[in-house]
């Protein structure tokens, strides 16, 4: 009851109170001294208020005030710091949903890679070959043709080969677009709906000993041969998978040119038909028990055409090879001709340039600490350049391109 | 009301307002300026629906909340952007507040008690202030001010008492 009444006091001391209220906040003050000193208080604060005095305009107020009035013109002046009132709500909405879309970005648990230490020492996942994308699924694009019906069978068939054209390279590119990284080539699930394109492949892609990679035109047939469609069947017959295999093989090659990739091997495969056993093979295809060429050879020299950045052009490297296995798996795995030129392994040690075909070895130069191999492109294709006898040593190894 | 009229009869009981509101002279100035401003701008638009006194009250409380209110804005960046980013001794120098026995408390004392009650008033929220200085200083009733400051009646009431109970407490901490 008190502290209602208390509260009333202000009202009272202004006399704002209606009389019923009035009356009990007076019967209150009487009955209780605690009440009176309160008001007491109350009043000597709202007298000391009042007391503060009232000031005159300073000199030149209205002066002032008018060439304000110019200056600003009819602009109001802004009263917020950063942004009007109106557009806040937006801006918090927009900031919201930034944070929103980080927290779920960084909510999402990323696919576990292995990883390693690839040629040029970047580290780079390892896929197996179930995680491997279906890179040459073409069916969509082969129920598209399906779609243009059976009656056109033969513009149906130029049109696959042209999609099939276009895509295989640019798959392959994308696949091996990171030169130096492990190189995974695999089987396409075929798709119930994939036609003979893409079980063609299928065999060219599958794991099996490289040797048997140019004989894949020679695709299984069956039921993949034809594509199942609501219409009915478009069958191929044999020249024209061929056409459509030799089409996609040529493709495969090609990026494997661009790549600098001799041949791929299947990491499973035992025999290589290599003196090194095929380990340094295993770098380019990157089987996860295979010791990188980097860590085994310690000193391994990179560049990648164009600028600094990365790119898609093939990578050029100078390895530093100590034994004769190495020497040989290298050459072996750039797909040259003949025997590597002698090396008096191990007081010299052989810099190889691997690098895709066309472009040899001007010169080296041991340099108090590094090793510098300068290249060029010649144009065509000598063995011999790719390698030069050096004094054994631990230097790192560079490579430079000159014109 | 032509504006000449309008500055004559209002320039100097808004200066006033803002005197109590900002605390200091310059800053009345100022604020009063920006009032006046604004009302001369909105003067053909005023429709006499209350009176003039309590729009341009209106106003002025208005100009300086909003003012209050950027300048925290403004507080809270400089915080957020020295913190984060800068140095705080080479960007600026260090504020220090004044002691017990600075210059500021020489300077009350001189001016006795009106200096004290404002320091006090200062002390107080914005709307707190508001309604204290409407009441106690202007003289204004519990609906006009409602009325300016856009609150319940009852509201005002209430608040009114809580800023007295404050201000009884800060003045009695004050020194004699």
């Known amino acids: 009851m008190n502290d209602q009444i208390r509260e009333k006091l202000s009202a009272y001391l202004d006399g704002a109170l209606p009389d019923a209220e009035r009356q009990a906040v007076e019967l209150e003050i009487a009955r209780s001294e605690d009440m009176r000193l309160e008001l007491e208080a109350l009043r000597a604060v709202s007298s000391a208020v009042k007391g503060l005095p009232r000031e005159k305009l300073p000199d030149g107020f209205a002066a002032r005030l008018e060439s304000r009035r110019a200056r600003e013109g009819s602009t109001p002046p802004r009263d917020y710091f950063i942004l009007p009132p109106a557009y806040r709500p937006l801006a918090f909405a927009l900031s919201t949903a930034v944070v929103a879309l980080v927290v779920w970005d960084r909510t999402q648990t990323p696919d576990i890679v292995p990883q390693r230490v690839g040629w040029d020492g970047e580290t780079v996942g390892i896929k197996s070959a179930a995680e491997a994308p279906p890179s040459f699924d073409v069916s969509g694009r082969l129920a598209a043709m399906e779609e243009a019906g059976s009656a056109d069978k033969a513009a149906a068939n130029e049109l696959t080969a042209k999609k099939e054209d276009d895509a295989a390279p640019a798959t392959l590119g994308k696949q091996h677009s990171a030169p130096g990284k492990p190189l995974e080539i695999q089987e396409s699930e075929p798709a119930p709906s994939a036609g003979g394109a893409g079980a063609g492949f299928a065999a060219l892609s599958a794991p099996a000993p490289a040797d048997s990679i140019p004989t894949a035109p020679a695709s299984p047939p069956s039921a993949a041969d034809t594509i199942e469609g609501s219409t009915g069947y478009i069958a191929r017959n044999e020249e024209e998978r061929s056409a459509i295999n030799e089409r996609l093989y040529k493709g495969f090659e090609e990026e494997k040119k661009r790549m600098g990739i001799a041949r791929i091997v299947d990491k499973d495969a035992e025999e290589t038909g290599l003196a090194s056993g095929g380990r340094d093979l295993m770098a380019l295809q990157a089987s996860p028990e295979a010791p990188s060429v980097a860590q085994r050879t310690g000193s391994v020299g990179a560049v990648r055409g164009g600028s600094g950045r990365r790119s898609s052009a093939p990578i050029v490297k100078a390895l530093a090879l100590k034994t004769p296995e190495a020497l040989l798996a290298a050459w072996a795995a750039a797909g040259l001709a003949g025997e590597p030129p002698a090396v008096k392994f191990p007081g010299e040690m052989a810099v190889f340039l691997a690098c895709p075909p066309g472009c040899g070895i001007v010169s080296v130069q041991s340099r108090k600490k590094l090793v510098v191999v300068l290249y060029k492109d010649t144009g065509y294709d000598d063995p011999s350049a790719r390698v030069r006898a050096l004094a054994s040593s631990e230097k790192p190894v560079v490579v430079k391109r000159v014109e | ?176």
């Open chain 2, 1 to 176: 009301v032509s504006e000449q009229e309008f500055l004559e009869k209002h320039s100097e009981l808004v200066f006033n307002l803002a005197l109590r509101l900002t605390g200091n002279r310059s800053d009345a100035e100022d604020l009063a300026q920006d009032a006046l401003i604004r009302a001369l701008r909105a003067l053909p638009g005023f429709r006499g629906d209350s009176q003039l006194s309590t729009w341009v009250y209106r106003i002025t409380v208005n100009a300086w909340k909003n003012r209050v209110r950027a300048e925290k804005s403004r507080g809270f960046w400089k915080t957020i952007s020295f913190g984060a980013f800068g140095n705080k001794d080479e960007d600026e120098p260090v504020y220090e507040p004044a002691g017990n026995d600075a210059p500021l408390d020489t300077e009350l004392e001189k001016e006795g008690t009106n200096a004290v009650v404002q320091k006090a008033l200062l002390q107080l929220d914005a709307d707190d202030r508001a309604i204290v200085v409407l009441r106690e200083i202007e003289e204004r009733s519990y609906g006009e001010i409602a009325e300016v400051l856009g609150l319940a009646e009852g509201t005002v009431k209430s608040r009114l008492f809580r800023a007295r109970a404050k201000l009884k407490l800060l003045l009695a901490k004050a020194p004699a």
